[in-house]
């Protein structure tokens, strides 16, 4: 599901914003960073309020240091969610942005990097974008998964992954609260040959890694500690 806590904090969007610049990967429009020749890709994939979002951009350059080329896709094409659109609530914009179709762009825009001759992808989601990426990890296009805050992501669906996984919640969640996280625990620890790891954060809410306060230090401490999660994954899988 999808809730209040995926619309509060709502960033200020930075169409400029960001080291790399805007160009189409797969009929999309995607925010790029990072070493173009490299052979490992990530692929970051936005919650509802999308690729302009500053702290994601601000994050898919801090992994584009780490020698990743990074691409941010606009999955919702110049219409991320508008809280301040009160004629279209959140559950309505969800019916013109199903996460379906996230994922088959994402396939694209996967199949373009490949193109490009990128040998490996990995991919994070944010709140939406978990849902999109925990398809990628059942189909096999790429070689690592990282769900930060999910939404919409099922027991179901983790029994499905084939991918090696982390899951990244949230203490303090309404959408994937963590007895819903802690059950794709045991799921995965059964899979053979398929790594898996889960890890709830305490005292953060909903959204914590890429929504934050970056004046209050208690609340960068978290969400760095995440994103250095999400890269040390990346690290261990994309070889």
């Not at 240091?65 to 309505?92: C, S």
């Not at 296009?141 to 990282?146: F, G, L, N, Q, T």
């Not at 090696?164 to 899979?191: H, N, W, Y």
Request: proline content about 8%.
């Amino acid at each position: 599901m999808l809730g209040s806590q995926c619309c509060s904090n709502p960033p200020t969007l930075t169409p400029n914003g960001g080291g790399g610049h805007v160009e189409k990967i797969g009929g999309l429009d995607t925010y790029v960073t990072g070493p173009a020749n490299s052979k490992l890709a990530v692929l970051l994939i936005s919650d509802i309020m999308g690729y302009e979002s500053p702290l994601l951009r601000k994050l898919a350059d801090k992994v584009a240091t780490a020698g990743y080329y990074v691409v941010v896709p606009d999955f919702f094409y110049g219409d991320p969610y508008n809280p301040e659109n009160a004629d279209r609530p959140v559950l309505v914009w969800l019916k013109d942005h199903g996460p379906d179709k996230g994922f088959e762009d994402a396939k694209r825009v996967i199949e373009a990097l490949k193109g490009k001759g990128v040998s490996s992808v990995g991919a994070a989601g944010f709140c939406w974008g978990a849902k999109v990426v925990v398809e990628l990890a059942k189909s096999g296009p790429i070689k690592a998964a990282v769900l930060l805050h999910p939404s919409l992501v099922t027991v179901d669906d983790i029994k499905d992954v084939d991918t090696p996984i982390s899951i990244l919640g949230a203490e303090i969640d309404k959408v994937s609260p963590p007895e819903l996280v802690r059950q794709f625990e045991p799921i995965l620890a059964a899979k053979s040959g398929v790594d898996g790891h889960v890890k709830i954060f305490p005292k953060v809410v909903h959204g914590w890694t890429v929504r934050y306060n970056e004046d209050d230090p208690e609340a960068v401490k978290p969400a760095e500690e995440a994103h250095q999660d999400m890269l040390e994954w990346f690290d261990n899988y994309l070889k």
